[in-house]
């Protein structure tokens, strides 16, 4: 009985020691595709904030090629399973190459922020810009899309995770889409601004 005890006291004081679970939930970009697990910015996120006191825990449940559509479906038992106290979202770039319409992109997104709210969770919405050979239509109302988002939630948002070097070719991958480890850092960085406040 007393091994019992002292076992849930320990679990409990393990569990309380953090001050709050960051969910990382976005694609590729956060997935850290193509880099080993502890390169990509989450890992060095998670590093970052375990010598905060109290550290906060990072739960990265990012996936490659990872729409809106689905993490809308997937969200549900995320915030179940992890509570977390603060969503990043990092979603929208393959709805973007797809083509997909802006609106409906947008909609994903507002239902996922409308459930994270629901959860008690504060959202950060990171956004992403397509390439211009898409056209200035589709690109501008694509980037609208996070302002706008961003203003009616009274949302923080990351305009552009790869702010600063996005036309720096050796910041990038061959496939000229994915950052490589020497771009994670300054991911970071750009997400960390808008990050921190959301912690304290």
């Excluded at 002292?6 to 020691?17: D, G, I, W, Y």
């Excluded at 996005?166 to 990050?195: K, N, S, Y």
Aim: charged content about 20%; overall charge positive; aromatic content about 6%.
């Amino acid at each position: 009985m007393l091994i019992r005890i002292v076992a849930a006291c320990l679990a409990l004081a393990s569990a309380s020691a953090w001050a709050g679970t960051v969910l990382v939930w976005g694609d590729s970009l956060s997935a850290g595709y193509g880099l080993r697990p502890e390169q990509a910015w989450p890992s060095l996120l998670a590093k970052r904030l375990e010598a905060s006191k109290p550290p906060h825990k990072v739960v990265n449940a990012s996936i490659s090629g990872e729409t809106t559509a689905g993490g809308l479906s997937r969200l549900p038992a995320a915030l179940q399973a992890h509570k977390p106290s603060v969503v990043v979202i990092e979603l929208g770039a393959n709805d973007g190459l797809r083509g997909l319409p802006p609106r409906a992109m947008a909609a994903n997104l507002q239902a996922m922020i409308d459930a994270i709210g629901k959860s008690g969770a504060r959202v950060l919405l990171v956004g992403m810009r397509m390439p211009p050979n898409y056209g200035p239509t589709y690109t501008a109302a694509f980037e609208a899309a996070y302002r706008d988002l961003a203003r009616t939630n009274k949302l923080r948002l990351v305009p552009f995770m790869m702010e600063g070097f996005a036309d720096q070719r050796g910041m990038f991958q061959q496939d000229g889409i994915h950052p490589v480890a020497d771009a994670q850092p300054l991911i970071l960085d750009t997400i960390w601004r808008e990050l921190a406040p959301l912690l304290r």
